[in-house]
């Protein structure tokens, strides 16, 4: 079994655009959606959730009014202002440090775990995918992360699947790098701008860090011929693997706002170009 992850540096790239792709054009493999602060594959592979959990990602402090001696020692030692006049904790500041239990010579505030988010097993039209949602202003994305790679990991073991498919979180965060850990191949999505390649080259070392095998894609790329080529010049002086160039199509945003996959609109070249980067990434685990 591969496990192959799509990043970008940064949001709006297309990664998801492109792991949809992959969804069609793979077989036998488990979809994991690993973007779960603002996770969307869902939009494009319309999944029937069958399996429905809770993400408990941390604790809240919470005060017991009848015990608290409204001396103010919590509030005062409180760094996140979490604590209002009435001695009552807004969860949404608060950081669960837990500093505010340690000073409270009452006893009066407790240390609780609270309900971060959801996380789904379930069904699409390409086989299963393991995705989440992460609650509003909500952390520990990097925890939910790894739980959605361990539940994706454990599907495929049990179905003999032969391939992974993560859609990675933007950036170089912590839920990145949880959604780095063990994979086989990261594809790295990047536009034809220069912020582009910034981010890019940021994601790439953080990959390469971890000792996992990187290649590129431009998305969109006939918007700055000039930078595209600059990109590529970059990869082949880093040694970066580079895997194709996508031009920009509106049929591929029609695809998108109607919930289909480029795969399945006839006649798309972008259709062509992903099944060519494909091909190079299973050429390249195979060497």
């Given amino acids: 079994m591969r496990q192959v992850i799509i990043l970008s540096g940064k949001g709006g790239t297309g990664k998801t655009v492109i792991t949809a792709a992959f969804a069609y054009l793979v077989h036998n493999k488990v ?11 869902h939009i494009l592979l319309s999944p029937e959730i069958k399996e429905r959990y809770v993400f408990h990602g941390g604790q809240r402090a919470f005060i017991d009014s009848s015990k608290c001696l409204r001396c103010g020692r919590c509030r005062q030692y409180c760094r996140f202002t979490a604590i209002n006049d009435n001695f009552l904790v807004d969860g949404s500041m608060c ?11 009452a006893e009066a505030v407790s240390m609780k775990e609270v309900i971060s988010g959801e996380w789904f097993v379930s069904s699409t039209r390409y ?3 393991v995705h989440a949602r992460l609650g509003i202003a909500e952390e520990n994305s990097g925890k939910l992360v790894a739980l959605v790679r361990k539940k994706a990991k454990q599907i495929a ?30 594809l790295v999505v990047t536009e034809p701008t220069l912020s582009g390649l910034h ?7 953080v990959a390469r860090h971890f000792g996992i095998s990187v290649g590129v894609v431009i998305n969109k790329y006939d918007l ?3 930078m595209a080529d600059k990109i590529e010049r970059y990869c082949d002086q880093n040694n970066v693997a580079f895997l194709g160039r996508i031009a920009f199509d509106r049929a ?6 109607s919930g289909k996959t480029i795969m399945e609109v006839s006649g798309l070249d972008a ?8 091909d190079k990434i299973t050429q390249g685990l195979s060497n």
């Fill in 95 to 105: 950081e669960g440090c837990g500093f505010c239990k340690l000073v409270c010579p």
């Fill in 199 to 205: 981010d890019a080259d940021r994601v790439i070392k």
């Fill in 224 to 226: 700055n011929k000039e």
């Fill in 157 to 186: 073991e049990e179905d003999n699947c032969d391939w992974v498919i993560i859609d990675g979180p933007p950036g170089i965060g912590c839920p990145v790098i949880s959604s780095l850990s063990g994979v086989d191949y990261a």
């Fill in 252 to 257: 591929v945003v029609d695809a998108v706002v």
């Fill in 127 to 129: 086989g299963k995918m």
């Fill in 271 to 278: 259709s062509y170009e992903i099944t060519c980067i494909w």
């Fill in 31 to 41: 979809l994991a959606d690993c973007d779960v602060d603002a996770a969307n594959m």
